[in-house]
């Protein structure tokens, strides 16, 4: 039987694979990989088995994936050299004898203008690594996670309102929990070799939805307002957030706006079998309060 290692195993995505894995294969088909395997420490207890590793250590890395038919590699953040550690996770896997990787770009339309920092040529970058490598691979494309909404808004929109740039682009978010149960699809299934899914959620919303769906939430009117890039940046920072970071965040909701992530698949439902969450049914499970939650 194929034995699969998921890489960030102290992380959301690669934790939330792994127990993914564990409802599909046997534990003792299952590795995970951390820097610190204490930070997975649950998962042990669930028997999978947690070796340690760190991207920039190549020789470590080789040992760490000895044995392995299948890696999913997490891709790590940004802000630190990503070309560096993607591609010895990607040689090391290839020294050790594994056949197939599969890896989470962020969705990148190719006549985009977008460029997201410290993502889009990264994940270009591991894209070729990997069909250069001679090893079968599979392309899970990330939308930005339902997750980051909240980021996205401020910190207090039923309060506040939502406030960002100006721009009527939508979204089609998707949840980590799903995007995970994807990916222990694709590595426990066969005839995903070389292939490429855009894991899109449905429906996609401009942040005005947003507002729209947290003031049908909240029972009360959750204004939509457009400010500025640089007041957009001052009331991240205002919220506790490092301005670079603040900056960082603005990128992406520059995407959104401009519909860089609008597209729709379907390839997420195909690979859940079922509808993946909505944006009002995650915010209502984020936002709701008691009383609006037992009328629904
Ligand atoms: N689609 C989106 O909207 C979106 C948003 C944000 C980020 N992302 C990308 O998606 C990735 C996964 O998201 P997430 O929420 O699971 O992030 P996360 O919880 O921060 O997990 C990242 C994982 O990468 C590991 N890592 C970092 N540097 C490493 C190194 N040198 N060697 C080995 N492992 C290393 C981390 O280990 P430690 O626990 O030791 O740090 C952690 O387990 C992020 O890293 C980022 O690239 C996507």
């Known amino acids: 039987m194929t034995r699969i290692l998921v890489t960030g195993a102290s992380g959301n995505i690669g934790r939330l694979t792994l127990k993914h894995l564990l409802k599909r294969v046997p534990a003792n088909y299952i590795v995970g990989l951390a820097r610190d395997p204490g930070k997975a420490a649950d998962l042990a207890a669930d028997g999978i088995e947690i070796r340690k590793g760190d991207y ?36 090391a896997a290839k020294q050790s004898g594994v056949t197939h ?8 339309n190719a006549d985009s203008a ?57 979204a089609g978010y998707a949840c980590r929990e799903e995007l995970a149960e994807a990916h222990a699809v694709v590595l426990t299934e066969a005839g995903h070799e070389n292939k490429s899914y855009s894991l899109y959620g449905d429906p996609a919303v401009s942040f005005s939805n947003i507002a729209q769906i947290l003031s049908d939430i909240s029972g009360k009117p ?5 400010v500025s890039d640089q ?28 519909g860089e992530w609008e597209g729709k698949t379907g390839d997420l439902e ?26 629904s």
């Open 231 to 258: 007041e957009y940046i001052a009331n991240l920072v205002s919220a506790g957030l490092p301005e670079p970071a603040a900056g960082f965040v603005l990128m992406w909701v520059h995407g959104v706006n401009a």
């Open 222 to 226: 959750v204004p939509f307002k457009t």
């Open 114 to 170: 977008i460029k997201l920092p410290q993502v889009t040529d990264e994940d270009l970058f591991v894209e070729e690594k990997l069909k250069a490598s001679g090893l079968t691979y599979t392309l899970v494309r990330h939308p930005p996670f339902l997750e980051n909404i909240q980021g996205y808004v401020g910190g207090d929109p039923l309060q506040k309102g939502v406030l960002t740039p100006a721009g009527t682009g939508k």
């Open 270 to 295: 195909k690979l859940l079998g079922r509808k993946p969450t909505t944006p009002a049914q995650f915010l209502r499970a984020n936002y709701a309060s008691p009383e609006v939650e037992t009328e």
């Open 101 to 108: 990787i599969v890896y989470m770009p962020i969705i990148h």
């Open 56 to 91: 920039f250590d190549y020789e470590g890395l080789v040992r760490a994936f000895e044995g392995i038919d299948k890696v999913m590699l997490v891709s790590t953040h940004a802000f630190t050299d990503r070309n560096t550690q993607h591609e010895n996770a990607i040689n």
